[in-house]
């Protein structure tokens, strides 16, 4: 039976007041609401429930999922922001040279749209035909692998996910070739860009699997030739043996951004990674993704690979730091956020100089070169910045992390919460469902986290290109 709140008189005159919820909770009400105890099984039947309700055809229409569609491009959008020609003139080219995507409008004479596809030729053509004191297409040293950047912070909720998506975004309407790795097993990025994961072995785990398989069937040729037992290979290896990163890479709505997705069961690979390395000791686990990526050649498929990790540093995180040439490191402002990116650090510190201390030790024993670990750059950039509120302790921030901290301040926009289910982020979001202030002001904070982040991009690749020609000199 359900008892009625007690209510007291305020002497305010504006009638009863309602005591707080959380007194007077009679603790028979409170056991009737309850229900039995949880034991494992009770996991099964909450994912039984939601399954049913995902598969209910009302929530089949609230899933936008898999029916991602880039939008159009507009003239203004197309001559603002993606190629440096004035629309006059832009509209003059298209006139002249009818081979050319001409656009789309939506009324007679009306503004033209282009898809992303259609932009990128036109790019190419003014690259050719253009002005050559433009810059029409990114720079890109020719000969050099794609560079690989981390967004990683253990912190969670920092904004890793919005800024790898926005970056991996920018970096393509920029015109960049763009491979995104989902390393978060919650798989955010992947709704992103519209993945769709069946299991782990559409993900990184395969890769991971493969690394190890090699390092185990390495070991057993030299297990042969001293007459000892090999260590087996279970069907899990035996399986992964098969599968290339070109199997794991999916397209995406996106013309130049492919994905490897993640899903839950990712997050398998915390577990068993450790269990391999017990297995055989000399297997460099941190190697995993690098290696995978460079043996099945993405590295020379791609301009740009941008990883996202879980706010965890777990060996999957560790593998996406190994394989990094740029580490960015998102953070409010705000006290808490500071003090645990700084332990963030040191656990870096920790975990990388352990790794490089322990293999080094077999290193000087053998004569072999040494481990050690090096990023072209390693920046904490401010994200979700109040410029009212956050200024000084960004400023703090500032004073003592020097090199280490991106001057630039990643502002707060609504625009980035408001775009809604249906499209990620600025760069999908159509300008006229916004005012175009407000737009203009949320696009600008994101393409300045580009600009910051392109700037390490081109010098990290003109530092190789010049090692690479004092090399061959
Ligand atoms: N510049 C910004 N302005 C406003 N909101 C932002 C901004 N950047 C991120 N957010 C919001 O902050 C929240 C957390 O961002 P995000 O998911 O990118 O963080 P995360 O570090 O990837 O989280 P997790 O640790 O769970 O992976 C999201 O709701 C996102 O929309
Ligand atoms: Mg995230």
Redesign the pocket.
Known sequence: MSRKPLLSRSGTGRGPQTQPPYFNIHPDDALAELGAPVGTAGFAAAAEMAARGRADPVGQQLNVEGRKELRRFSTWEVTRYLIPVAAPHFRRVLKANPDLPQGRSESEGGTKWFTLDEVLKLRVFFASEGSRAKHYLPYRPEGLPAKIVAVA?F???????????HLAMSAALDGYRVLVVDL?S?G?MTSIFGGRVEDEWATVFPLLARDYAESLQAENRLRMGRGEPPLSLDDTLAEALKVSARDVIQTTHWPNIDLIGAQLNLYWAEFQIPVWRMALKSWKLWDGLINRLEVDNVLSNYDLIVL?T??ALGYLTINGLAAADILLV?LGASFLEFDSTGRFFDVLHATFGSIEEGENLAARALGTPELRFEWDAVRAVV???DGVQQMEMANLMQTYMGPFMSPYR????????QAGEQVSGIYEADYRDFNRETYIRGRE??DATYAMFKKLLIGAWRRDELDLKAGAA
Request: glycine share 12%; proline share 9%; charged share 20%.
């Open positions: 912070n912190k969670g909720g920092v904004g890793k996910t919005s800024t790898a998506a978060d919650q955010s996202d879980p706010p998102p994200t979700r910045f990643q502002d707060f926009t609504a625009l980035v919460g904070t994101f």
